[in-house]
């Protein structure tokens, strides 16, 4: 269940969320022209703290800058200082955060003839896959609708209109009864998910898909180097669809879902059909690590300072 925010960071202050409009005629809109990430604050023992903030307001600039908007309105710290702000302005312990960049003023296909604007909400926002999922794990298909080619799109931003490719698979699945689609690419080799990287274990060990055409997921990178520091082997690789169906364990991972395993795909039980023991040892690691209790806290961590805290509106 979503608690929705009582403010809302807009033109370079906090508004009351219902004075937070965005005109009709805007071609992020009407053309997808978007671009926008997907982050995560938790709850620890030293108050309200961003998993990677300076990693994900990176793939903002960049997503940015990928596809073409020139001469941003705001600096890299000014997109961390208004996160921050607007989360505290919402008395919000853990949230999820959306900042997104979109193109005011052009009502047409002209990226040069608007303005891009940012904007942030935060909200409550519980598990991606349900409540349930993290102990048992979900259910997936192959999606019929192939990921996104590099050439036709860019996949390494996350622009909204790359989302409609998302949302078809999802809907397929959600609609034939699965609970995450996953999907292949051009070639035939798996992708991603439609909001989330993926993993498979076999033989212990523990093998992704190389970056090559996906979106290079923070969480991904982030249980790379915890799988590390347990000592596992993590390999890059191409997965093949018949490879997961052989895998001891297969599990996805994102900003919105976090560590999520798959107890079966296109109706094949997954290892023992539940989730397996490395995709638990990575959830305790990354429950670990974002409230505050892992070595790397202390470097993927970005506290909500006390004066952004103390100084909230409300
Ligand atoms: C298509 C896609 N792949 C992977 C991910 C996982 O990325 P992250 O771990 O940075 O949230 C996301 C979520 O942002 C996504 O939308």
């Not at 023992?45 to 990176?58: D, I, K, S, T």
């Not at 052989?246 to 599990?251: A, K, N, P």
């Not at 505050?292 to 806290?297: C, F, I, T, V």
Request: glycine content about 8%; proline content about 4%; some cysteine.
């Amino acid at each position: 269940m979503a608690t929705n925010p009582r403010y809302i960071w807009m033109d370079g202050e906090l508004k009351d969320s219902a004075q937070g409009n965005i005109p009709f005629l805007n071609a992020g809109l009407h053309y997808g022209f978007s671009v926008f990430e997907g982050i995560r604050c938790y709850a620890t023992e030293r108050g309200p703290a961003v998993f990677r903030l300076q990693e994900h307001v990176e793939r903002l600039l960049d997503s940015a800058h990928i596809i073409g908007f020139r001469d941003l309105p705001f600096t890299r710290d000014t997109v961390v200082d208004a996160i921050h702000q607007t989360i505290a302005a919402n008395r919000f312990s853990a949230c999820y955060i959306r900042p997104l960049i979109y193109l005011d003023g052009a009502m047409n296909m002209v990226l040069d003839s608007g303005k891009p604007r940012l904007v942030i909400a935060v909200w409550e926002w519980g598990n991606f896959l349900g409540p349930e999922a993290k102990e048992r794990g979900v259910r997936a298909n192959v999606a019929s609708y192939t990921r996104l080619h590099p050439n036709i799109t860019m996949t390494k931003a996350k622009v909204s209109g790359n989302y409609v490719n998302s949302i078809l698979a999802k809907t397929e699945s959600l609609r034939t009864g699965f609970d995450e689609a996953i999907m292949l690419d051009p070639a035939g080799y798996v992708a991603e998910c439609t909001g989330e990287n993926i993993f498979v274990v076999r033989d212990k060990v523990i093998c992704t898909v190389p970056r090559g055409a996906i979106l290079e997921g923070i969480t991904r990178d982030s249980l790379i180097t915890l799988a590390r520091d347990l000592g596992y082997s993590v390999v890059e690789e191409p997965i093949s669809r018949d490879q997961l169906y052989i895998s001891d364990e297969v599990f996805v991972c994102g900003t919105a879902a976090e560590v999520i395993g798959l107890r079966e795909i296109d109706f094949r039980m997954i290892g023992n059909g539940k989730t397996g023991p490395v995709a638990r040892s990575l959830q305790d690691a990354f429950e670990n690590v974002t409230t505050g209790k892992h070595a790397r806290s202390a470097t993927w961590l970005s506290y909500v300072p006390v004066a952004a805290l103390s100084s909230a509106k409300g």
